[in-house]
């Protein structure tokens, strides 16, 4: 891991092919490798957490296209959160049945 330095580095973020990885730590830029996740293997809880959010994506896409659920959604959602983003969140924590799609 190396600390960017200079004007342009500052504002530098992302990745450069898929070599380097420019990253920002407070007002640090730092270069670090590309990581390679080749040979990880996700756990069971990681698994299940993908499948729910897959579906809570779904049903998110779902409410976006019906213009009724989507006025529901939307008197349901913070300041500042679409209605996608409100379906999504209930959905994740269990406050949506999964048959309500």
């Known amino acids: 891991m190396a600390i960017a330095k200079g004007i342009l580095s500052?504002?530098?973020r992302g990745q450069v092919?898929?070599?380097y990885v420019y990253k920002q730590y407070g007002n640090k830029t730092v270069v670090t490798a590309y990581p390679n996740m080749k040979n990880i293997q996700p756990s069971a809880?990681?698994?299940?957490?993908?499948?729910l959010f897959a579906k809570a994506s779904a049903f998110g896409r779902c409410v976006m296209k019906d213009p009724v659920k989507c006025a529901q959604f939307a008197a349901m959602a913070q300041p500042r959160q679409t209605p996608y983003h409100c379906a999504v969140s209930l959905f994740m924590r269990g406050l949506i049945a999964d048959n309500q799609m």
């Open 10 to 12: 500052k504002s530098l």
């Open 17 to 19: 092919g898929k070599k």
């Open 45 to 51: 809880a990681q698994l299940k957490g993908r499948r």
